[in-house]
Structures are given as structure tokens and as C-alpha cells.
Nanobody
Framework: VQLQAYGGGLVQAGGFLRLSCAAS??????????VGWFRQAPGKERDIVAG????????YYADSVKGRFTISRDNAKNTVYLQMNGLKPEDTAVYYC???????????????????WGQGTLVTVSS
């Protein structure tokens, strides 16, 4: 499975971006994976931002993004989205999407629970 994250860029505080994570090489199996969006700022650890189970019926958000970010997926397109509204300078980071193929009934928050990773896309929020 190959994941490609894109959609990052430079935006002013209060602005919005939509990130996309497109999967290839998985056929229909990607739709059965839990997908997470993580971010890593310089000098900091990679932390989960949001996650979504295969059906889309269960989602997780870090406290820092609740009410501002929305994760969704289109299994027909093998794509997961992260809509980011009300961006703040502290949201500046490289954003990665990752897929967990384990079939766990919960959305894992630890990065080492995810087997497949995209290359990352940089989001820069200016004040």
C-alpha cells in the first residue's frame, strides 16, 4: 500500500486547508483500514491529530483540534481527507497520513500502531 498526502501549503491564521491522503496498490482493502492523520513540528514528536475507522462511523480528534478539524473518507476513491478550519500558528507542522491494517476495533493513537505511511505534506500557518 502506498499513501500519498497532499494539500499542504502556507495559510494565514484563521484560514483553512484540506489535506488529502490517497491510497494506491491496495485494491479494496484500504477501505478496511483505520486511517490517521499525524503531525510533527520541528523538535517535537509525531502526534495523532485525527483518525477514522473504515466505515467512517467512528472518528477521533486530538483535543487541540476538536471543533476545527474534520476527518472524512471516500472509500470509493481510496482517499481520506482532513478539513482544517480556523488554523493557528501552532498547527504548523508536517502532516502525515497513516493506515492501520490490524482491524482493531478502536482508533489507535500511537504512531507505531500504523503500518503504512505517506510522505508528509507541510502546513505553515502565519500569524
Amino acid at each position: 500500500v502506498q499513501l500519498q498526502a497532499y494539500g499542504g501549503g502556507l495559510v494565514q491564521a484563521g484560514g483553512f486547508l484540506r489535506l488529502s491522503c490517497a491510497a494506491s496498490g491496495s485494491g479494496r482493502t484500504f477501505s478496511s483500514y483505520t486511517v490517521g492523520w499525524f503531525r510533527q513540528a520541528p523538535g517535537k514528536e509525531r502526534d495523532i491529530v485525527a483518525g477514522i475507522r473504515w466505515s467512517g462511523g467512528s472518528t477521533y480528534y486530538a483535543d487541540s483540534v476538536k471543533g476545527r478539524f474534520t476527518i472524512s473518507r471516500d472509500n470509493a476513491k481510496n482517499t481520506v481527507y482532513l478539513q482544517m478550519n480556523g488554523l493557528k500558528p501552532e498547527d504548523t507542522a508536517v502532516y502525515y497520513c497513516a493506515a492501520d491494517r490490524s482491524g482493531s476495533t478502536r482508533i489507535e493513537v500511537r504512531s507505531d500502531e500504523y503500518e503504512y505511511w505517506g510522505q508528509g505534506t507541510l502546513v505553515t500557518v502565519s500569524s
